[in-house]
């Protein structure tokens, strides 16, 4: 298997694990809240996380840390994991996974407007076509197709899904110019989320009451939405040729999502979501083209 070949794998592997995430959250809900859903993660993702630093032997950096990488680590932590899974999960608590999950997928787009003032980006009439039709995919989604009626079923569910993506676009934006390891980052974010998280989930609700299937797929986000996906991605990013022969791949993820949901979750997939996820593709590609 050539190089590039190995690349594809490695994407492949990190798309399919992505698209059965949003089936797992609502799994995951069945059984525990969303405070409960977000500890357990949110331990097993650290865990994740420090078994890939010890495997790629960077156990030892974690000595070289400053005060400064401990601060800034704090800081992320508060935006990645807690605000973003607690919005992102309740959302989810909310709303049918059909609706949440590509509603949450306008995270592109919600980074190419905040990148304006936060990194002195300009915007152009092509970023406001691919902002458009992104957006008019999530009134369709909002509403269920009636969009003229601006009829939304659940404005607070939907709400919370686009807010997440705003906490997600701030997060990696703090990250444009961050020179630490990836991975050594992410494992600092999640180890503080963890400090923050313990106590918030006892205050609001009970992680001693967790019960096995809730642990179980509570793990399973742990393990793959926040740890290995994101080491196979990077993975796939580093062996690629260019970075658009893998980035690609990602506009499978929304639409396997779905099927996942159909099967897993039982959920029947409404006209409004496809329509909906389509038109957010296409502004996704529409903002893509424009960056390169």
């Known amino acids: 298997m050539n190089i590039q070949r190995t690349a594809y794998a490695y994407g492949m592997a990190t798309v399919l694990l992505w698209s059965t995430v949003a089936s797992a959250f609502k799994i995951s809900l069945r059984h525990v809240d969303y405070f409960q859903l977000l500890c357990v993660s949110t331990l097993v993702s650290a865990l994740t996380l420090l078994l890939a630093l010890a495997t790629q032997g960077k156990l030892k950096t974690l000595r070289d840390l400053s005060r400064k990488d401990l601060q800034r680590s704090a800081l992320l932590g508060l935006l990645n994991p807690l605000l973003y899974y607690l919005i992102l999960f309740k959302a989810y608590d909310l709303l049918p996974a059909q609706e949440a999950q590509p509603l949450n997928y306008t995270w592109a787009i919600t980074l190419a407007l905040l990148s ?30 009636d969009v003229l009626g601006l ?34 980052r992410l494992f600092l974010n999640f180890a503080f989320g963890c400090i923050y998280i313990l106590p918030v989930t006892w205050l609001f609700s009970d992680p001693l009451t967790v019960n096995l299937p809730g642990l179980l797929s509570s793990a399973y986000v742990g393990v793959f939405e926040m740890g290995v996906t994101f080491i196979l991605w990077l993975k796939a990013l580093k062996l690629s040729q260019t970075t658009a022969q893998v980035a690609n791949l990602i506009y499978f993820s929304p639409c396997l999502s779905l099927l ?33």
Not at 120 to 132: E, K, S, V, W
């Open 116 to 145: 304006i003032p936060f990194l002195g980006q300009r915007i152009t009439g092509r970023d406001f076509l691919a902002m458009g039709v992104s957006y008019l995919g999530v009134l369709t989604i909002c509403t269920r197709g």
């Open 151 to 184: 009829s939304f079923a659940d404005p607070l569910g939907a709400g919370l899904a686009l807010g997440s993506t705003v906490i997600w676009a701030i997060y990696w934006i703090f990250n444009t110019r961050d020179t630490m390891d990836p991975v050594l």
């Open 260 to 292: 996942f949901i159909r099967v897993f979750v039982g959920e029947t997939i409404l006209p409004s979501t496809i329509t909906g996820l389509v038109l957010i593709i296409l502004g996704n590609v529409i903002q893509k083209k424009i960056k390169t």
